[in-house]
């Protein structure tokens, strides 16, 4: 099972027979903006793998 931990204030509880539980005092908070910001940052990846790809592609057409 994987957990994203977004705050420090996040408890769970795991027995040996494989149940979780999550502690009562627990809350998660995302901080605004977060899944914008990450979502803009995989697109600029994505837009910078598409250039080095094109330019690779320009470049082996020219030298071959």
Do not use: P
Request: glycine share 10%; charged share 15%.
């Amino acid at each position: 099972m994987a957990t994203q931990i977004l705050e420090t204030n996040h408890g769970v509880l795991a027995s040996a027979s494989g149940d979780v539980r999550t502690d009562a005092s627990c809350e998660i908070y995302a901080k605004d903006g977060s899944v914008i910001r990450g979502f803009f940052y995989a697109m600029l990846l994505n837009f910078f793998l598409v250039l080095t790809i094109a330019g690779g592609w320009e470049l082996w057409r020219l030298l071959r």
